[in-house]
């Protein structure tokens, strides 16, 4: 695409974003719809790669990175203004603690505490990927030990769904849990992201097959290549951020060949990956 001519390295692009936010911070002013008011919402480098984090494994909202760092570089927040307006109003009201709660239970032995801690300090991304984990569960004390850490042995019969570009459920997860179930069936969805799948025709016929006993364990399915968009495709009006949930009709299909898609995964009795929808 033609952001590739303004953005041929993405790493040192990035670097440049982090390093531009960190001298110079941008203010967005962003819609608080809890108190239906306008507030100016201070965006350094933390900020940036938080949403980065939160959305980098959406197939709608990744082929729009190139060009919201390229416009973050030269201190344009036009593309910055939504993605901010979305997240401020996800963690601006009640945090629930279930949910922390339950990823707190599983922990991290010493080596893997060791091996997070070694990967942030050497990545450009930093602890972005864990957020404030592993810090918050220690105010929780949920952690099951490493008896709920060892390796899962089971006979049941599991559909694994995975995305080759999920960055938070990736196949080779599914495949390390595959070892110890030899019924399990894991199906690869080329050019997928965490929230893509289960909207994708041929992936709903698979479960079908699935759930009607038939193997699908050959099935191939992929996804067109996802086409980064230009700046000014990136600047084009999207529907109103709604919470958590991410906007419906975009991006335009003919970013990836296809239209909107919001989902996860589904199994006959467990899955790697979600489920969520579109609100």
């Not at 100016?40 to 990175?65: C, H, K, Q, S, Y």
């Not at 080779?172 to 929230?195: C, K, N, S, Y």
């Not at 992929?222 to 600047?235: I, Q």
């Amino acid at each position: 695409t033609s952001i590739s001519a303004q953005v041929p390295d993405m790493t040192a692009t990035l670097a440049r974003a982090l390093d531009k936010l960190a001298t110079a911070p941008m203010l967005v002013r962003v819609h608080d719809r809890i108190r239906n008011e306008p507030v100016d919402v201070r965006v350094g480098p933390r900020e940036l790669l938080t949403i980065l984090m939160a959305d980098i494994a959406d197939g709608n909202d990744f082929p729009v990175f190139p060009a919201l760092l390229y416009t973050i570089e030269r201190g344009d927040d036009s593309i910055l203004s939504w993605f901010v307006n979305r997240r401020y109003n996800e963690i601006s009201g009640m945090t629930d603690l279930m949910p922390i709660a339950m990823r707190c239970s599983a922990g991290a032995s010493p080596w893997r505490e060791a091996e997070r801690v070694w990967y942030a300090g050497t990545s450009l991304l930093g602890n972005s990927m864990n957020a404030t984990f592993p810090e918050v569960c220690a105010g929780l004390d949920v952690d099951l030990g490493d008896e709920y850490r060892e390796p899962l042995v089971s006979d049941a019969e599991v559909l694994f769904l995975s995305g080759t570009l999920d960055v938070y459920t990736p196949p080779f997860q599914a495949e390390r849990l595959r070892w110890g179930m030899p019924r399990a069936t894991h199906i690869i969805v080329d050019f997928a992201g965490h929230e893509d799948m289960i909207p994708m025709q041929a992936v709903q016929d698979a479960l079908v097959d699935y759930l009607s006993g038939k193997d699908v364990a050959d099935r191939r399915i992929a996804l067109p290549a996802p086409d980064f968009l230009s700046v000014d495709e990136a600047r084009r009006p999207r529907p109103p951020p709604q919470g958590g949930g991410r906007a419906c009709g975009w991006p335009p299909a003919a970013a990836r060949g296809r239209g909107t898609s919001c989902g996860g995964c589904s199994a006959r009795s467990a899955c790697s990956g979600t489920a969520a929808s579109c609100t």
